[in-house]
């Protein structure tokens, strides 16, 4: 320890120490990230959150986002000072019910200065106001907030909450939310979960969201703007509730035709996968210029592209199966993807097989044979393939054949016991690729670290040898395309699509 002669300054500020507990030595601020290497500021250190309480207000004309979020959380350390993400212009933060102070700091940190130290442990209640135009507010050089002629939408992945809410934002950290957004009338405004009610005011419309089952913030989505809305349910008894943007123009009944198949597709799945995990089901697409879907929990996100080229079931499969392997469970890291991305593609190809379009097999011999072993693809490992190739082809076509060799090595019996299992055995938490190889291995009995690392993990071509074991048809033997191919290939997401984020 240095010794040093004590300053009066340091005398007063000291004296100042004594305000707060005798333990406040140990008081630190939260990290603000919260310890993924892929995205190292993503979320933040020292707290738990558990609802998102968000009431809005949104001008369409203007772009300008009005809010206050009420944040419930639990400490998970002692603290002096914690982080939100987030962009847009803060007026007030209370914390516990007493002004806070606050700054902004780096790309998209938020950093709050409760008055008390907030002790381990300890629920905690954050108020945040602020408003701004989400369109003008960018982080490491993009937005993605995507406004479109009559309003906007946040959807995208991994980032999407910095332009509407303050956040923890990390799929590691889910919570329940209640989404208030008031509208000009004649607008809708669309989000996840159910719609509990709608009321009028001076030419203002409220429309309040619930979603009742613990959401990761980039599955949380907002649309604003003139919208059809169809309510149904599904043969099963799950509530769908679609909606469509008044100007698809050509687009409208392609998409109409794929989203209102929601309810059957849910049904489908369901024997698959196991009963539906989320109070409703649907699908929303608005006249965004974007190239891709998302998984947005029970309300999914389509843009008018995925339906130029006629009806797109295969893609609703995708986003759909997302609903349990990747909202339901979703992934602890984000190099996790594969239990997303993986079994969604997986997903498609029962389909396929179910319309048939092409076979599990088929397309899996399609994907082994169709990328020589000197092509770039076999370098991506699908168990950790690395922040900038996350949403590569390789976690989608190589995730799925991975999926199918599993299936190979366990049997039938196992692979679908494991498939439904899977949900149930990590119902609205978080998993990761050793935790599914461990339970692959209760299931089946069978010690699958050799397959989990020649498919997931082996930055080469898995040999002929390993092709056999999983009964694929040799590389350099011609395999014709399955029919289902370019629409399963359409799904795929990133922006290598070269939509705009
Ligand atoms: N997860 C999305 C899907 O599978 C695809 C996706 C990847 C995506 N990256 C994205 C969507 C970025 C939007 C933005 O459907
Ligand atoms: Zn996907």
Not at 85 to 104: I, M, P, Q
């Amino acid at each position: 320890m240095h010794r040093r002669i004590i300053a009066p300054g340091v005398l007063a500020a000291a004296s100042l120490l004594l305000a707060i507990p005798a333990s406040a030595a140990s008081y630190s601020p939260g990290a603000p990230g919260i310890g993924d290497p892929y995205y190292p500021y993503y979320g933040n250190g020292g707290y738990d959150v558990s609802h998102y309480d968000l009431r809005l207000r949104y001008q369409p004309k203007t772009d300008e986002l009005q809010g206050t979020a009420t944040i419930l959380a639990k400490t998970t350390q002692d603290l002096s000072s914690f982080d939100l993400d987030f962009l847009l212009d803060v007026s007030e933060v209370r914390v516990n019910g007493a002004k806070a102070a606050f700054t902004h700091s780096q790309q998209h940190e938020l950093v709050i200065t409760p008055k008390t130290p907030l002790a381990k442990g300890t629920p905690v209640t954050v108020v945040v106001r602020y408003s701004g135009v989400p369109s003008t507010k960018s982080a490491y050089g993009f937005n993605t907030w995507h406004r479109t002629p009559d309003g906007a939408v946040a959807a995208d992945e991994p980032e999407a909450a910095w332009w509407w809410f303050p956040s923890n934002d990390h799929p590691s950290d889910k919570a329940t939310y209640d989404v208030s957004v008031a509208v000009p009338d004649g607008t809708q405004a669309i989000s996840n979960g159910t719609l509990q009610s709608t009321a009028s005011q001076r030419g203002w419309t409220r429309y309040s969201w619930r979603q009742n089952k613990p959401q990761a913030t980039y599955l949380s989505t907002l649309a604003i703007g003139k919208f059809d809305i169809t309510t149904s349910t599904s043969e099963g008894g799950v509530p769908v509730v679609n909606a469509y943007s008044k100007d698809l123009g050509d687009n409208d009944g392609a998409a109409r035709a794929s989203v209102e198949r929601t309810g059957e597709i849910v049904d489908w799945l369901s024997d698959y996968f196991g009963p539906y995990p989320f109070s409703s089901a649907g699908g929303y697409v608005p006249n965004t210029t974007t190239g891709y879907a998302l998984e947005t929990q029970s309300r999914v996100y389509y843009s008018p592209k995925q339906f130029a080229k006629g009806s797109n079931v295969s893609v609703v499969v995708h986003e759909l199966a997302h609903q349990w392997y990747g909202d339901d469970v979703s992934l602890k890291k984000w190099k996790d993807i594969w239990l997303n991305e993986g079994f969604a593609t997986y997903a498609q190809w029962l389909w396929s097989e179910h319309e048939g379009e092409g076979t599990t097999q088929e397309l899996a011999d399609y994907v082994y044979a169709s990328h020589p072993a000197d092509d770039p693809f076999w370098t991506v490992e699908p168990g950790d393939p690395g922040a900038d190739k996350q949403f590569d082809d390789a976690v989608y076509d190589r995730g799925a054949l991975a999926i199918q060799a599993l299936r190979k090595e366990v049997g039938d019996d196992a692979f679908f016991a494991i498939l439904k299992g899977w949900p149930k055995e990590h119902a609205y938490g978080n998993a990761s690729v050793a935790d599914f190889q461990r339970y692959a291995e209760k299931v089946s009995g069978k010690p699958l670290a050799a397959l989990f690392g020649t498919w997931l993990f082996q930055p080469s071509k898995p040999a002929a040898s390993a092709g056999r074991a999983a009964s694929l048809v040799k590389a350099g033997t011609a395999v014709a395309q399955p029919k289902s191919w370019k629409k399963i290939e359409a799904a795929h997401g990133g922006h290598s699509d070269g939509a705009a984020r």
